[in-house]
């Protein structure tokens, strides 16, 4: 097939660039840049201009929408709070725009979103995909994204939400931040330690996407996370026992978080459960579904 993926320079489109090349798809990349692609085909992008490079939405059968700036990469100013939105929603609904003038339309179109469309309040119910968005600027984010890709129902396209909690992987992202401190003997949990991670092994992730994919009954959200969340304290301990380092440090207190984060504390010192009761009745099976194994296998010296 020939599938195009956005956000191709990002942690999971390159995770699963590798696995649909080798599994025999023709794969094309959306960039604001030119870049040479081992196996897939890059063309450029720009939402600032509504820009799509020719060709690239030829004969697509399926796309991936994984663009969108870092969350967690830069202090949430007012401008970067910008950046993160018109990244996910204008680019959105460029694509939108370019896929209604189409007559040959993909079948499927898998947009990334996120966990943070309940919020980050921390709360004893385990969300699921019927409840309503949450409160503060990432629900707010998170539920503009996924409206813009309302006009691809209405073109007849089948659209799919993967809401994505924290993913676990060896090329970058929120594991790999939490161990290097570690690796130098002053990690430790961050507040009290008791909120939730809602994670997921970068191969299951790839995997469930590639799963959404070709099974023509799945449609609309899931909560793209393991079974077994666990708490930060829980984590942060679990990546200590695989780099084999002590914590001998007291917790982070939230007001420094708070301090040094601001508003995007809320990330590290909130959370709660999300269900993923959804994926496992669409029949996908996890290869990881316990947090230590799956730390183990991405952080543990060989």
């Not at 995770?15 to 085909?41: C, I, M, P, Y």
């Not at 018109?86 to 898998?110: G, H, I, Q, W, Y």
């Not at 996407?209 to 959200?221: A, D, Q, R, S, V």
């Amino acid at each position: 097939m020939i599938i195009l993926i956005t956000g191709g320079n990002g942690l999971v489109a390159s995770h699963l660039t590798a696995s649909l090349s080798s599994k025999g798809h023709n794969v094309r990349l959306l960039s604001r840049s030119k870049f040479q692609h081992l196996s897939a085909e890059v063309f450029e992008w720009d939402i600032n201009n509504d820009y799509i490079e020719e060709g690239a939405l030829d004969d697509v059968e399926v796309v991936f929408h994984l663009a969108g700036a870092g969350i967690a990469d830069e202090k949430w100013t007012e401008e970067r709070k910008k950046v993160i939105l018109d990244s996910r929603v204008e680019s959105t609904k460029l694509l939108c725009r370019k896929l209604a003038e189409m007559n040959k339309k993909p079948r499927v179109f898998v947009g990334a979103s996120a966990m943070g469309f309940y919020g980050y309040e921390d709360f004893s119910h385990w969300s699921k995909e019927g409840d309503p968005s949450g409160k503060g600027y990432l629900a707010d984010i998170t539920s503009a994204w996924e409206e813009a890709a309302d006009p691809i129902k209405e073109m007849g396209i089948r659209l799919v939400h993967a809401r994505i909690g924290m993913v676990l992987s060896d090329r970058g992202g929120a594991l790999i931040k939490m161990a290097e401190p570690i690796r130098w003997l002053v990690g430790a949990p961050l507040g009290s330690g008791k909120q939730i991670c809602n994670w997921i092994h970068v191969e299951d992730l790839v995997e469930m996407l590639i799963f959404f994919m070709n099974n023509e009954k799945i449609e609309g959200p899931y909560n793209a996370v393991a079974s077994n969340p666990v708490t930060n304290a829980q984590l942060t301990k679990m990546i200590a026992r695989s780099i084999r380092r002590p914590l001998w440090l007291p917790n982070v207190p939230a007001f420094v978080l708070k301090i040094i984060l601001g508003e995007m504390a809320e990330i590290v010192l909130e959370g709660h459960h999300l269900s993923n009761q959804k994926v496992l009745d669409s029949g996908f099976q996890f290869k990881y579904d316990n947090a230590q194994k799956a730390v183990e296998d991405i952080l543990a010296p060989d």
